[in-house]
């Protein structure tokens, strides 16, 4: 069971959009609709950003966004902002009955 | 207000054994999913397994089935990870993470535990 594929780094501007990919299989993202994205500051746990593809918990910014297509999923930053510098995980449920991550992307921003 | 308080850092001898806890409040601690995560240093994290505490239904990722036991009481709303044999390679950040008002989305989570596997 390998990790689903992230791109290992992502940057933007404050203001601008970034789109952060999360590539699994159809066991994993294209098989079901439990689609995860966690942010995780250094020394800090992680914390949920989206759910179920695209649902966010209460208090998380409308500027978080996630779409899936495919064995494809993707988190949308919009409106950059400073604080948005972070790791970024997805996590999908899987045909093991387990949940798997993916590898992890480190946001910059410029 | 729901809570996962974990166990303080632990320093261990390969070889040793080791239980680290996470304890839930605030709400139904049967009734949700509680799942263990790993972080080594520098790294990113990984799934390690997951228990339902109502039935004690366990699951382990494929990665670490065999390596680790988790476990739940849920009588004091505790769940469990442990280790019969310590290597240095379990050096790691461990996290416990309720799925509680999303579905197989993990949006509670406990501070961590360091273990550190150290001769």
């Known amino acids: 069971q390998s990790a689903l594929t992230q791109p290992a780094s992502v940057s933007g501007s404050p203001g601008q959009s970034i789109t952060i990919s999360c590539t699994g299989t159809s066991s994993d993202v294209g098989g079901y609709n439990y689609v995860s994205w966690y942010q995780q500051h250094p020394g800090k746990a992680p914390k949920l950003m989206i759910y179920e593809v695209s649902n966010r918990p209460s208090g998380v910014s409308n500027r978080f966004s996630g779409s899936k297509s495919g064995n494809t999923a993707s988190l949308t930053i919009s409106g950059l902002q400073a604080e948005d510098e972070a790791d970024y995980y997805c996590?999908?449920?899987?045909?093991?009955?387990?949940?798997?991550f993916g590898g992890g992307t480190k946001l910059t921003v410029l | 207000e729901v809570q996962l308080v974990q166990s303080g850092a632990e320093v261990k001898k390969p070889g040793e054994s080791l239980k680290i806890s996470c304890k839930g409040s605030?709400?139904?601690?049967?009734?949700?999913?509680i799942g263990w995560v790993r972080q080594m240093p520098g790294k990113g994290l990984e799934w390690m397994g997951i228990i339902y505490p109502g039935d004690s239904d366990t699951r382990y990722s494929p990665s670490f089935q065999g390596q680790v036991t988790i476990s739940a009481d849920k009588s004091i709303s505790t769940a469990y990870l442990q280790w019969s044999s310590l290597k240095a390679s379990d050096t790691a950040m461990y996290y416990c993470?309720?799925?509680?008002?999303?579905?197989?989305?993990?949006?509670?989570w406990g501070q961590g535990t360091l273990v550190t596997v150290s001769s």
């Open positions: 605030g709400y139904s601690f049967t009734s949700y999913w």
């Open positions: 993470a309720g799925s509680v008002a999303a579905t197989w989305g993990f949006d509670y």
């Open positions: 996590s999908s449920y899987t045909s093991s009955s387990t949940p798997l």
